[in-house]
Structure formats: C-alpha cells, structure tokens
C-alpha cells in the first residue's frame, strides 16, 4: 500500500539540537493493530514500525549468542519504538531490561500510551526506563556490569546523532564498554550500513566479533515492493 495516499496522523513533536523529531502513524489494513508508527527527523525517516525485523533481531541474536543459560541483565541503548526490548523480554532468562534515552519526551511517549507497545512495556515489571546519555554511560566508568548491551541509537557508525558517540567507535572506546559486560556478556550494535573500520575494531577489542546481515522485503498492494538490509555487529566478551 502506497503511504503517500494515506492521511497520516501526528502525534507528537519535540526540537532538539538534531533536528524537529516527531511521532505519527497511519493506518495500514493488515498490519498487527492496523497501525504502522513512524518516527522521524526533520522530515527524514528514522524508524518504522511497519517491519521491526532487525531491531527485534538485535535482541534475538544476542539473547542466542550469550552462552550462559542464568538470568540476564539486559542494557537497552535507544528506546525507539521498543521493539528491541519487546524482543528481549520474551525471553524467560531476561530478569532485567534497562532502556536508556537520551530524549526524555521518548520516554514520555511509552508511559503516555503513544507507542505500539505502550501497554505491553509499561506492565512489565523487569523494565527499568532511564534518561541519560547511553553512550557517555558506557565509556564511563563501569559501576555495574551486563550480560547484553543491545545498541540502537545511530543511523551507523559513520552517521552519528551526536558527537557523544564517537569514541564509541574507537579501539579505546569498546575498551572501556567492555569493562561494562560481565564475562561472556555480548555486545550488538544496529547500522542501518555495513562498516568494515568498526568491525576491525570490535575484532581487536573482543576475542570474537562477527557480523549478522538483515535482509527482508516489504510488499504493497498498488506500489513497488521495498527492500531493505541493514547490519548487526556482536562481539562476546571472554568468560
């Protein structure tokens, strides 16, 4: 279905340093709930609800590369549309999933009810919701540790929001979010890019690294087909 003949919805809308961001959705007869969510930076999509494959995969694929079998304490960078930590939760060794923002109005849209997943999210008791830098937390020093810091914030890692993420990408910087991953613990990061510099560096930093490619198509009824392919990094910390 072409969106371009549907009346969109807006929701909400905050200006920040990155741009105007705002919320909207549309209607999109088959889709679960019959909605399709989107967020957006001025005027550029960000993230959409109409296939959350990769995002949910992030979880998905860290949950199965962790080779432990106790209960995990999951870190979430990046709420979005929470679908990332929808996926994490399904999983009955997640304990605790701490979703951290940087945009306090994001937040405010999952307790208000805005989100897809307001209702679902909001009644769980393993969830712990944060405002902070989520990469300043880890570079910083590491005063708690994770079995799975899940990364979804930037469009790659040659397309930063924000400057705070660039040390993230560095040899020096994953040394220090290692110090945040308990032994075993696993890192993934989202890109909608590949990026060959950032898998070298997560490749010396970690005793393994690997790559997870995420292809899939969107159909419509009355316009061309989409395809889409985005890129997970992992990389698991020695036990």
Not at 59 to 80: E, F, M, N, Q, Y
């Amino acid at each position: 279905m072409n969106k371009t003949h549907i009346e969109t919805e807006y929701l909400s809308s905050f200006e920040r340093s990155i741009g105007l961001i705002y919320l909207c959705r549309y209607q999109r007869p088959g889709h679960p709930g019959g909605w399709v969510y989107d967020v957006y930076i001025d005027g550029a999509l960000l993230m959409s609800s109409v296939s959350p494959l990769s995002e949910r995969q992030l979880a998905t694929l860290a949950i199965a590369a962790h080779k432990g079998t106790g209960p995990l304490r999951i870190l979430v960078g990046g709420l979005g549309l929470g679908y990332t930590a929808q996926a994490a939760l399904e999983s009955p060794r997640a304990a605790l999933v701490r979703v951290v923002d940087r945009m306090d109005f994001v937040i405010e849209w999952l307790q208000k009810g805005l989100l897809p997943l307001s209702e679902q999210l909001n009644g769980d008791e393993r969830v712990e919701l944060t405002q902070s830098d989520v990469y300043a937390d880890v570079l910083g020093p590491a005063s708690e540790t994770w079995d799975l810091i899940l990364m979804d914030v930037d469009h790659s890692p040659d397309m930063p929001l924000h400057p705070s993420s660039l040390d993230f990408y560095t040899p020096e910087g994953q040394a220090r979010v290692s110090e945040h991953l308990a032994p075993g613990g696993v890192l993934a990061v989202w890109s909608a890019h590949d990026n060959d510099r950032f898998a070298a560096v997560l490749s010396k930093v970690y005793p393994e690294a690997w790559r997870e490619a995420i292809d899939w198509t969107i159909e419509h009824e009355d316009d061309e087909d989409q395809s889409f392919h985005n890129v997970l990094f992992l990389a698991r910390k020695a036990p």
